[in-house]
């Protein structure tokens, strides 16, 4: 199983970024696909800030991006993004993307098996 992430960058508060993540090697409609971030400093969070299921659409955010990010799933490229609006400097962290073979309805880390190189998101005042 590979993700390769994309789309981090600089930005600063009150823009957009979004994030990509291209899976390979698994049955793409069979997994959910979870966000995590680790902030400087931080080890990484273990709940994630949004997942998507492949299986059924389902998706959970986290509270402190509900009404910001948004997650959807390009199933013909097996990519998952992660559409983050009017972000703010406490979301700076580098992002990871996930891969789970299960759904929680928490999206806790220990579901996922297969992880992302990691991209660095960072917003500056």
């Known amino acids: 199983v590979q993700l390769v992430e994309s789309g981090g960058g600089l930005v600063q508060p009150g823009e957009s970024l979004t994030l990509s993540c291209a899976a390979s090697?698994?049955?793409?409609?069979?997994?959910?696909i979870g966000w995590f971030r680790q902030a400087p400093g931080l080890e990484r969070e273990r709940v994630g800030v949004?997942?998507?299921?492949?299986?059924?659409?389902?998706?959970r955010y986290a509270d402190s991006v509900k009404g910001r990010f948004a997650v959807s799933s390009d199933h013909a490229k097996n990519t998952v993004y992660l559409e983050m609006k009017n972000l703010e400097p406490d979301d700076t962290a580098v992002y990871y993307c996930?891969?789970?073979?299960?759904?929680?309805?928490?999206?806790?880390?220990?579901?996922?098996?297969?992880w992302g190189q990691g991209n660095q998101v960072t917003v500056y005042s």
């Open positions: 949004s997942c998507i299921s492949n299986v059924d659409g389902r998706t």
């Open positions: 996930g891969a789970a073979a299960v759904w929680g309805s928490r999206c806790p880390s220990t579901y996922f098996a297969w």
């Open positions: 090697g698994l049955i793409f409609d069979d997994y959910t």
